[in-house]
Nanobody
């Protein structure tokens, strides 16, 4: 059974930074692709960043140059370092996992997420 537990959110001012963490269990973490998603009020959930088992990363255009995704396979944990935060980054942030080479195989289970609020 997959479990994903996000943490690290909070209320910050524009320009500040936050580091999110997500601990996963119930998967072969070292193999799977990990991703961070976010959902703002009234909007659809969107993919923010991904990292493969070899460390290759992708980012949404809106966060390129400001966010960094990383992983620690020994701790079954994926991180999202968020710098130069903007009010439009306000959302609930979730992590998820999928099989390598299967872009549509994100897990149906979602954790509780962690709220990030950026004030102007």
């Amino acid at each position: 059974q997959v479990q994903l537990v996000e943490s690290g959110g909070g209320l910050v001012q524009a320009g500040e930074s936050l580091r999110l963490s997500c601990k996963a269990s119930g998967i072969i973490f070292s193999i799977n692709v990990m991703g961070w998603f976010r959902q703002a009020p009234g909007k659809q959930r969107e993919l923010v960043a991904t990292i493969t088992n070899s460390g290759s990363t992708t980012y949404a255009d809106s966060v390129k140059g400001r966010f960094t995704i990383s992983r620690d396979n020994a701790k079954n944990t994926v991180y999202l370092e968020m710098n130069s935060l903007k009010p439009e980054d306000t959302a609930v942030y979730y992590c998820n996992t999928r099989r390598p080479g299967a872009p549509d195989s994100w897990n149906a289970y979602w954790g509780q997420g962690t709220q990030v609020t950026v004030s102007s």
